[in-house]
């Protein structure tokens, strides 16, 4: 089944027109559809300028958002922290990336998470709020997610998941990029951007944590980032993913950037002196063919 046949399969069910759940498969199609691992990193205090650099080696903003797309800009917003506490993506970043997909023309740029602490809380005190607040255009979404709106999806390629409830926005975007913050995670050693689309999840999130470098992976093949953009301005080091401690924080004003969701993971593991082998995760995501994790594979451009 194609994407197309997908998502009017997802429109159908969401509108009560059909009992059967969407499913989306993908095999040839993926390798019709993959790039080569091109990965682009960057370092540099203004962050808005550096969003645009770190773009720029992968043909920028405009290689990822065409005129009249509906995209999703996917940070993490899961916690009442603030941008110093690296808990969240930073919303300098994330307002950059908003900004140019407006500027490419997109139709509609939505932007949400559904939070693990209090919604109110974690958009306004992560500071998200007040900096989409500077955009004045009405093309910009920022909402909390309506429990209305899960759609459940059959992960037909799943090995450890079969079925998941994922946001329908998330599904029917044209253009899906993922904005993680690099951090410490108790359970998976690190959450990056595979990590980061459990944010468009419904339904019992808990479930997810038995055997999850495996249900991410699964996730994964139905959720597909056209653009992974890591958030490592400042690091969490230790007891993440929710930190608060100033201490476990390292400051990298560092952004990473990959059409390949498991090369953006890669290459990020290595910011905290670890190996991407060392991550469930990344190992699952590419045994499912869904991207490169041997780093001398990896095309590495330093903006």
């Known amino acids: 089944m194609d994407r197309r046949e997908f998502l009017r399969q997802v429109a159908l069910w969401s509108a009560g027109l059909s009992v059967s759940v969407p499913h989306f498969r993908i095999g040839a199609a993926l390798a019709a559809e993959s790039q080569p691992s091109l990965l682009a990193s960057a370092t540099g205090k203004d962050y808005q ?71 109110r809380r974690c958009y306004v005190n992560s500071g998200m709020e007040d900096a989409l607040a500077g955009i004045k255009d009405n093309r910009l979404k920022f909402f909390h ?18 079925r998941l409830e994922i946001y329908r926005d ?41 055997n999850l470098g495996q249900k991410l992976a699964d996730l994964a093949t139905v959720i597909r980032p056209r653009l992974t953009v890591i958030d490592a301005t400042r690091i969490l080091l230790n007891n993440g993913p929710q930190g608060g401690d100033l201490g476990d924080v390292r400051v990298l ?23 991407p082998e060392e991550i469930e995760s990344t190992v699952a995501a590419y045994g499912m063919g869904l991207g490169e994790m041997d780093l001398t594979k990896i095309r590495i451009i330093k903006a």
Request: one cysteine or more; hydrophobic letters at 40%; aromatic letters at 4%.
């Open 49 to 119: 300028e550096l969003v645009d650099r770190v773009l720029g080696p992968l043909g920028g903003m405009g290689k990822f958002v065409r005129r009249g797309d509906k995209v999703v800009v996917k940070p993490n917003i899961g916690w009442d922290r603030n941008p110093g506490q690296a808990a969240n993506t930073h919303p300098q970043v994330v307002r950059a990336l908003v900004e140019q997909a407006l500027d490419a023309g997109a139709g509609e740029v939505l932007v949400f998470d559904r939070t693990c602490n209090e919604e």
């Open 145 to 162: 997610p309506d429990e209305r709106k899960y759609v459940p999806v059959d992960i037909e390629r799943g090995k450890a998941v079969s």
């Open 170 to 210: 998330a599904l029917e975007a044209d253009s899906y990029i993922n904005v993680p913050v690099a951090k410490h995670h108790g359970l998976s050693r690190l959450t990056l951007g595979l990590k980061n689309s459990m944010g468009v999840l419904g339904g019992n999130r808990g479930a997810m944590h038995h």
């Open 253 to 275: 004003d560092t952004l990473v950037a990959s059409v390949d969701p498991v090369a953006a993971d890669a290459y990020a593991t290595t910011l905290f002196g670890l190996k």
